[in-house]
């Protein structure tokens, strides 16, 4: 086993749980304003994944972004920053949680509308085929999104020219407040796959090593040029649609029978004590610096300054 | 000095910075087999290989969608709409995407591409092929809009839309395609975006016009010099931000002022033009701001009809001319 591997899979596991657990609490008390939505329970996802890419590769995000983001390998002092409105933030304070990006890693945006992503990543896809790189590009979407037009036409293109696009699906089961078998046409959003001609696998999403494997198969056929798949990552959405939400939808005992089943980092950590891969002193060790971490990303989010409205108007235009 | 088509100067735009740059590719529906419906296109794909003139599939949303991702991704993509009436169908990508991307993400990209669209009426082209609906991205901040009324201005441009680092649409009206006209044999030749151009100056009334209507404001301007008006014509070139101050400084002078343009007169541009007029420069009116438009219909088929949808040299003469 590669213990490097496992350390960084439980680091940013854990710095994303850290880093929402911290959202949640300044997003009730009223401190990070606008909509927020969570990604607990979904870690093993956007970390398995994005630990197969590059900062060359590109990712496209959603609404629910903030653990694309963090795997991606964007810091969470501007990213904090940018959640809390201020200058410092990755955006100017111009996006706020719903449209955090950090182009420096290739991380080319959340999207607060639903199935935005899929023809930009298609888009950005091309380009690097049209440039001759092995870049990829990886668009993380929702069960919900699936039934977006943008899924269909994206997928269709991406098919008929080859491109270099991985389309991971992170079925949660819940679009927004629907329950997503009211409104699909399918089980496995990865039978989809049939109607492109490309492959569509279905994973264990809370299973970190396995979204590692599986997303690394597709990723590798992206970059040989063998065009696009979906993988599509089974998970359950922990928290409501958005911090806040009363989640009339559903009971507390179904989240928590759910959430005893699936955790993605209580899972990983018993499995990697039980093999002896790290240790409980080194598990507590990386606990300790990541909170730190989120604890100074947080004073650096708190101390700066909001933007001045002279900088409504900046970045609007180039030219 | 030599005349070439409309269509051809574009054609030319495209040649001049395509060699230029290999960042930019063009993709739409119907351009590298057919040479794109207005002949516009004609000779690309041999030059410059369908990799970069690329037939797409019948999929707006992905064709914008993925020139946007492109251009996030270091490319200077354009993108064909056909028809400006199918930019319905991909608008999410226009005002919630390409828009927005720069200034939503606090400045770390650029999104430096074109969406052509060719629109405005065509010989009986009915409701879904011939609309001009530049009036729905004035409100849309992060996009600029234009349309050149003439060749040369069609060259420079869509050169310097090509150029900008901005999201430009470029509105080239189907009728005027075939339309020649001279343009400088000047591979330089660039019309910068944000400036109106007073065409023809005069004195008593200012008529601001674009694209098609461009040639009908002239023709309505000659018929009234011959009355004993002396008209200025302001070709406003940019639509979106427009060129307040040429506009607001034209009407200072000539103290009258009508709009004309082929799109619906109802929520047109025109309305956003004289909003302006009235709130800074209302002191210097002696007359009512008028509109000329078309018809509050859809674009009828039958060419009686659409003859009758049309905005007309005559509803410009007479505007005019009710001023007095």
């Given at each position: 086993m590669n213990k490097e591997l496992y350390s960084q899979f439980y680091k940013t596991m854990f710095k994303i749980r850290t880093f929402e657990k911290r959202i949640e609490e300044f997003s009730m008390k009223g401190e990070v304003p606008g909509f927020v939505h969570l990604y607990i329970g979904?870690?093993?996802?956007?970390?398995?994944?994005?630990?197969?890419?590059?900062?060359?590769?590109?990712?496209?995000?959603?609404?629910?972004?903030?653990?694309?983001?963090?795997?991606?390998?964007?810091?969470?002092?501007?990213?904090?920053?940018?959640?809390?409105?201020?200058?410092?933030?990755?955006?100017?304070?111009?996006?706020?949680?719903?449209?955090?990006?950090?182009?420096?890693?290739?991380?080319?945006?959340?999207?607060?509308?639903?199935?935005?992503?899929?023809?930009?990543a298609t888009g950005a896809a091309l380009a690097e085929k049209i440039k001759g790189t092995n870049n990829v590009s990886v668009v993380f979407f929702g069960d919900g999104a699936s039934n977006r037009g943008t899924f269909h036409e994206a997928l269709n293109m991406a098919s008929v020219w080859k491109l270099p696009v991985v389309f991971v699906c992170e079925n949660n089961e819940w679009a927004s407040t629907t329950p997503y078998l009211t409104t699909t046409s399918v089980k496995d959003i990865s039978d989809r796959a049939v109607g492109y001609g490309i492959p569509g696998v279905i994973v264990?999403?809370?299973?970190?090593?396995?979204?590692?494997?599986?997303?690394?198969?597709?990723?590798?056929?992206?970059?040989?040029?063998?065009?696009?798949?979906?993988?599509?990552?089974?998970?359950?959405?922990?928290?409501?649609?958005?911090?806040?939400?009363?989640?009339?939808?559903?009971?507390?005992?179904?989240?928590?029978?759910?959430?005893?089943?699936?955790?993605?980092?209580?899972?990983?950590?018993?499995?990697?004590?039980?093999?002896?891969?790290?240790?409980?002193?080194?598990?507590?060790?990386?606990?300790?610096?990541?909170?730190?971490?989120?604890?100074?990303?947080?004073?650096?989010?708190?101390?700066?300054?909001?933007?001045?409205?002279?900088?409504?108007?900046?970045?609007?235009?180039?030219? | 000095m030599r005349?070439?088509?409309?269509?051809?100067?574009?054609?030319?735009?495209?040649?001049?910075?395509?060699?230029?740059?290999?960042?930019?590719?063009?993709?739409?529906?119907?351009?590298?087999?057919?040479?794109?419906?207005?002949?516009?296109?004609?000779?690309?794909?041999?030059?410059?290989?369908?990799?970069?003139?690329?037939?797409?599939?019948?999929?707006?949303?992905?064709?914008?969608?993925?020139?946007?991702?492109?251009?996030?991704?270091g490319m200077r993509p354009i993108a064909d709409m056909h028809f400006a009436d199918f930019m319905g169908i991909t608008m999410d990508e226009i005002f919630n995407q390409m828009a927005k991307i720069r200034y939503m993400f606090g400045g770390q990209t650029i999104v430096p591409m074109v969406i052509r669209a060719p629109d405005g009426l065509i010989r009986s082209g009915a409701a879904q092929h011939s609309q001009s609906i530049e009036a729905w991205f004035n409100g849309i901040p992060g996009i600029k809009v234009v349309a050149p009324s003439n060749p040369a201005d069609a060259k420079g441009l869509l050169k310097a839309a090509i150029q900008s680092d901005d999201p430009v649409i470029f509105f080239e009206n189907k009728d005027l395609y075939r339309q020649s006209g001279e343009v400088p044999e000047d591979e330089n030749l660039i019309v910068p975006i944000g400036?109106?151009?007073?065409?023809?100056?005069?004195?008593?009334?200012?008529?601001?016009?674009?694209?098609?209507?461009?040639?009908?404001?002239?023709?309505?301007?000659?018929?009234?010099?011959?009355?004993?008006?002396?008209?200025?014509?302001?070709?406003?070139?940019?639509?979106?931000?427009?060129?307040?101050?040429?506009?607001?400084?034209?009407?200072?002078?000539?103290?009258?002022?009508?709009?004309?343009?082929?799109?619906?007169?109802?929520?047109?541009?025109?309305?956003?033009?004289?909003?302006?007029?009235?709130?800074?420069?209302?002191?210097?009116?002696?007359a009512p701001i008028i509109r000329v438009g078309a018809k509050f219909t859809p674009v009828p088929f039958s060419p009686t009809l659409e003859n009758a949808y049309r905005p007309k040299t005559i509803d410009i003469v007479n505007g005019i001319k009710s001023m007095f």
């Open positions: 979904e870690e093993a996802i956007a970390t398995g994944v994005c630990a197969n890419l590059t900062k060359n590769d590109y990712i496209q995000s959603t609404h629910r972004g903030h653990g694309h983001t963090i795997a991606k390998g964007a810091k969470v002092d501007k990213m904090m920053a940018e959640l809390f409105g201020k200058r410092t933030g990755y955006c100017k304070g111009k996006g706020g949680s719903m449209h955090i990006a950090d182009f420096s890693v290739g991380m080319l945006g959340a999207n607060g509308i639903v199935g935005g992503g899929f023809t930009l264990d999403g809370n299973d970190v090593e396995k979204v590692y494997e599986e997303s690394a198969k597709a990723i590798e056929r992206a970059r040989k040029g063998e065009g696009p798949s979906i993988v599509e990552m089974k998970t359950y959405r922990i928290k409501g649609h958005f911090v806040g939400d009363p989640e009339m939808y559903r009971t507390k005992d179904e989240v928590k029978e759910r959430f005893e089943l699936t955790d993605p980092i209580r899972r990983f950590k018993e499995k990697v004590l039980l093999e002896g891969v790290l240790s409980e002193n080194e598990i507590n060790k990386m606990e300790e610096e990541i909170i730190k971490e989120i604890d100074d990303a947080v004073k650096f989010a708190m101390e700066s300054p909001f933007p001045s409205e002279e900088e409504l108007f900046e970045d609007l235009y180039v030219d | 005349e070439i088509t409309f269509a051809e100067a574009t054609l030319e735009a495209m040649k001049e910075e395509m060699e230029k740059d290999d960042t930019i590719f063009i993709m739409g529906e119907d351009l590298a087999r057919q040479g794109g419906i207005f002949g516009q296109f004609k000779g690309l794909p041999e030059m410059f290989g369908t990799e970069r003139i690329i037939d797409s599939p019948i999929s707006e949303t992905a064709i914008v969608g993925a020139v946007i991702g492109a251009a996030l991704a400036k109106a151009k007073v065409v023809k100056e005069g004195n008593d009334v200012t008529i601001v016009s674009y694209s098609i209507m461009m040639k009908k404001a002239l023709e309505a301007s000659e018929i009234l010099e011959k009355e004993g008006y002396s008209v200025e014509v302001v070709d406003l070139i940019t639509l979106s931000p427009f060129d307040e101050e040429t506009v607001i400084e034209s009407v200072k002078k000539t103290h009258r002022l009508l709009i004309a343009h082929e799109a619906v007169k109802r929520g047109g541009l025109g309305g956003e033009i004289a909003a302006v007029i009235a709130e800074k420069a209302i002191d210097y009116l002696d």
